[in-house]
């Protein structure tokens, strides 16, 4: 056995290091598709490590501290503050809020800021930076009577003032003292309402904006003193103030939805590398079967002096490998060295600086994927090699064998193949995902391959289609080595990619673009006093064309036990975790509001008195795993309250519409200190004069215009969706390079061809004409399968998994497969033009 | 290196070949081509058997059906004692290393390795410890010593051909099959060829059976036999054997 091996591997060697034999130079393909894929998954692998080492590095910095406690409506007690005192070595106090900035001129325009009214210890961590750069207290503090403030560029130039100019905020009027270039714990999310105003927290009282309800972040952070365990820390607090309320938070959880947003685009980036390797498998195939279809003389004189069929499976296996591990090798090369550029060029402009650095697990699951991949796509091709036929060499025209393979042989590429399936569901970060991956890949490759079949079959079935051109397009394209199975495959699946990724991409910015406002209102307004409620009504209700305003009161408050049982401790499916993340608006009504259907439980009489009940968001319940007459504590104002769920409600979050997840039956949340928010349809004319009449007669109401955040939103959608398809996009390359292989495996033939056209005395233009039908009809069938497949993919993912509405975007899907189309063509031409270039007697005398 | 065999062992030792109504019909696109059909065929050792007959009348067929290359449909096949209707592909890659020297009209060369290499690489499937010194002493045996890290595309037709004399001789087979070795050579070169190969056969006391066109060559052997529509149609001493 180890005998067998050795002499397998000095043949294998011997063979390679004899110099580039028959067909080595169609193994470029085989590198070529191996370097991309393993590049692209180990690329994707070390950025997403970079950002997460990033996130991990700056925890503390992005944090304001080792740890953040976050109350919601009201600031720590005395006590508690105290106690925190006692426990760590240094603690600010951070107070954060939504507000309208505006600026003197009654005729300029305002804007909803951001409002951070820090203390005199902010930052614990990192630093803030300033233009001018001056110290942090000395911008903000009271001078002449005006106390100062810190703000975004951004602020500057919505509400056209510059450094030095004056501002009001609530009651309070700031002059600009400073430009905010860097805020340490300005935490990058991928949405936020408005842009930075930083203020003293000594200032907050005189702007009037601290009222009793109003949605106020109070955050205290903390530096633990050095050799304290931070976890130790929390189970301490915990235990202390078991119902105080506030969302602790450490270092390691310092950016959440940034780690989330990273999780998400790195799975989907990985299966976009993935389907990189699968489309270059492809070419793999086809590059190891070309080789080995050019070697089929050399392996018929080994089978003739003796070697097994084994032996030869053996020696080529091993070439196999050999290659493999030079392309893997480039592909991690490159997959580190792109990432760790990137980051180290352009890390500095991102919210949180990815940490440069070479990333061994990233790089071992690309290398991982690599290998298997390339021994799995290589394998058909390797056990057809050995049923080469040694006595063919005695004929003079040793043909490659075309058999199927032996049955060990497709049992082990099966086996690799459910080796490819399990590496991707364990290293991938969602399981789930994963298994629709694979089933999906597993689906569209049978439908691609299917599809290539049925075209082989019927372009054999055609009888004599008229004139010589049209037979011989549809004579190559039955022929069995036609080059349709492997470019309708693997170029199809670049196409369905790319299409499935366009037409996603245009249902998303659909909804947020047109149909959500057509839907949604002009305004959110926050933070309405109930004093205020009757004139704020009346305020709005007179600008003329607003219609529909709706008023609802609101406080918030934290999900602290399901069904009695702590959160932490109860399973929640992870479309529910975003509602035990944080604070969750909360109301009340006596009667149910119009944009919900009841779907389980009744709602409770208008007049209702009696214990704590609840209506829930449907999908929620099922989340949490409760029902009806089950209960749910939150802890509202540092109350913990339990209320029986009585009713289910299926909401169209998608509706913009107003709704809660939870609303409580009258009689429990009416006595505690709350706010009113209200939504208004305007016409977009009629905005400014809705936003003057409510920023200046209420100066604590905030107001939010839903058409400038679903803006907002619209183009941060389109900069991920542009980067996405940079990715998806290489998909694509990877089936131009199988095309590329194919067309190049073809070339021989196309030269004979070509010659003996020119012999037969076919003018240069026809030879020409009949390849661009070829291939045109190649690009033509490829276009239409892959845009299928993905069209078919991005309704299932817009429908069953995204729950959407789904509409066929045409030109988004035409655009893409026109593009696969136009390459086909172009890489066809290429190739065909090299062939008609070729003098006519050495190819006659060689065939 | 084996010594040739003398009387007495060629005695008792079974033939080198024997068939017996031997078949191979193979399918093709216009339907069954019977290309053997029934050869009855018995080759001692140390024999020397020239093979001539009509282009498809089934001279290579038989070749290739006694090394084992191709599966008889009929009748049985035996080599130097072994039938080789019951081994697998492995015991007949197994068997044809240990027993069979081939040579072919296009050389067949492996074009990634050196002449040497060539010559080597048979005897390293038969597990010879001293490969490379055995090839070297072949070709040095077919007069090429000075080329011997040369690659195929680097040595001339003649040159090609002596390799792969080299090759089908260095592990003292029983049983040497010739296909047209000198089809494609010279005749100059051919006759240098051909005195190497029967020179050797000499030295060895190898079987030969030699496939050709040209009946001056098949006259060399010792009998001849003419193939003529997938039977024998003659099987006689060679002429210039009969005259000695």
Partial sequence: MASGLALSCRIAWRDLAGGPGPGFRGLAIFLACLVLGVTAIAAVGSLSRSFVAGLDRDGVKLLGGDVDLRLTHRAAEPEQLAWLAGKSRARSDVIEMRTMARPLDPKARRSLAELKAVDGAYPLAGSLVTDPALPLPGILAARDGVWGAAVDGNLLTRLGLKTGDRVRVGEAEFAIRAVI?????????????????????????????????????????????????????????????????????????AAPGVRRFVDRLSLFMGFVGLTVLLV?????????????????????????????????????????????AVGVTLGLALGAALPWLGVVTFGHLLPVAPEPGIHPTALATAAAFGLLSAVTFALWPLARAREVRAGDLFRDRVAPARRRPRTEYLVLIGLGGAALAALTVATAGDRWF????????????????????????????????????????????????SMVPSVVTSLGLGLAVLVAVALIDANMTRQVTE???????????????????????????????????????????????????????????????????????????????????????????????????????????????????????LNVLGRPITATVASLREIDWRSLRFDFAIIFAPGTLEGAPHSHVAA???????????????????????????????????????????????????????????????????????????????????????????????????????????????????????????????????????????????????????????????????????? | MTAPLDAAAARTAPPAVRTRDLRLTLESEAGEVNILRGIDLTVGQG????????????????????????????????????????????????????????????????????????????????GRKDAFARAAEELAAVGLSHRTG?????????????????????????????????????????????????????REGTTLLLVTHQRSLAERCGRMLTIRDGLVAQDRPALRQAGD
């Avoid at chain 1, 959608?717 to 694509?732: D, K, Q, Y």
């Avoid at chain 2, 051909?161 to 296909?179: E, I, K, M, N, Y």
């Fill in chain 1, 434 to 481: 994963a298994y629709w991956f694979v089933g999906g890949a597993i689906l569209f490759l049978s439908v691609l391959r299917g599809a290539a079949w049925a075209v082989g079959r019927l372009a054999r079935a055609c009888k004599r289609p008229p004139g010589a051109r049209l037979r011989l397009v549809v004579a190559n394209l039955g022929r069995p080595d």
């Fill in chain 1, 280 to 324: 270059g498998g492809i070419g793999i195939t086809n590059a190891v079967s070309g080789y080995l279809d050019r070697r089929a003389a050399t392996i018929a004189t080994l089978k003739c002096i003796g070697a097994a069929g084994r032996l030869i499976f053996a020696v080529y296996l091993i070439q196999v490998l050999i290659l493999a």
């Fill in chain 1, 680 to 847: 208004v349809e305007a016409p977009a004319s009629a905005e400014d004069a809705v936003e003057r009449a409510v920023a200046d007669r209420f100066h604590n109401v905030s107001a939010i215009r839903v058409r400038e955040a679903l803006e907002a939103a619209a183009r941060i959608m389109e900069g991920v969706s542009w980067a996405v398809r940079g990715v998806a996009a290489v998909t694509i390359a990877a089936g131009a390079l199988v095309l590329a292989g194919t067309i190049a495996a073809g070339h021989r033939r196309r030269v004979y061809d070509a010659v003996v056209f020119k012999v037969l005395g076919a003018g240069r233009g026809r030879v020409l004409g009949g390849y661009l039908l070829e291939y045109g009809a190649l690009g033509l069938l490829t276009a239409i399968v892959g845009a299928g497949v993905g069209t078919a993919a991005a309704w299932g993912i817009v429908v069953h998994l995204m729950n959407s509405d789904w509409a066929f975007d045409a030109p988004a899907a035409l655009s893409t497969a026109l593009f696969c189309l136009a390459v086909t063509l172009l890489m066809g031409l290429y190739g065909t033009w090299r062939a008609m270039g070729q003098k006519a007697m050495p190819h006659l005398r060689n065939q």
């Fill in chain 2, 150 to 202: 040369h690659y195929p595309g680097q040595l001339s037709g003649g040159e090609q051909q002596r390799v792969a004399l080299a090759r089908a001789f260095a592990g003292s087979p029983r049983l040497l099959l010739a296909d047209e070795p000198t089809g494609n050579l010279d005749e100059h070169t051919s006759d240098q060829i051909v005195d190497l190969l029967f020179g050797m056969h000499a």
């Fill in chain 1, 181 to 253: 270039v860097k805020e340490p714990d300005r935490v990058a999310s991928v949405f936020s309402f408005g842009p930075r105003l930083m203020i003293s927290r000594d200032a907050l009282p005189a702007t009037g904006l601290v009222q009793p309800g109003s949605q106020i972040r109070y955050h205290h952070r903390l530096l633990l003193p050095r050799g304290v365990s931070v976890p130790a820390f929390i189970e301490d607090l915990k235990e202390r103030f078991p119902d105080a309320g506030w969302r602790i938070r450490a270092a390691d959880e």
């Fill in chain 2, 47 to 126: 024999e020397t058997v020239g093979i001539v007959g009509p282009s498809g009348s089934g001279k290579t067929s038989l070749l290739m059906v006694v090394g084992g290359l191709e599966q008889a449909t009929g009748g049985t096949v035996e080599v130097a004692g072994q039938d080789l209707g019951v081994l697998d592909e492995d015991g007949l890659a197994r068997f044809r290393r240990e027993n069979l020297g081939i040579v072919f009209q296009d050389f067949h060369l492996i074009p990634t390795m050196s002449a040497l290499e060539n010559v080597a690489v048979a005897l390293e499937f038969a």
């Fill in chain 1, 515 to 633: 149909r959500l406002p057509e839907r949604a209102p002009a305004f959110f307004f926050l933070d309405i006093q109930p004093d205020q409620v009757a004139a704020f009504d009346a305020a709005v209700t007179a600008v003329d064309g607003t219609a529909n305003l709706r008023r609802v009161p609101s406080l918030r408050g934290r999900i602290t036990r399901i069904d009695g049982r702590p959160v932490d401790q109860v399973e929640i499916a992870a479309d529910s975790q975003w509602a035990i993340r944080g604070d969750r608006a909360l109301t009340y009504a006596a009667t149910r509001p119009e944009a919900s259907a009841i779907v389980a439980g009744e709602w409770w009489p208008a007049d209702y008195s009696g214990p704590p009940l609840i209506s829930l968001d449907a999908n929620l319940a099922r989340g949490f795993g409760i029902g009806l007459g089950d209960t749910l504590t």
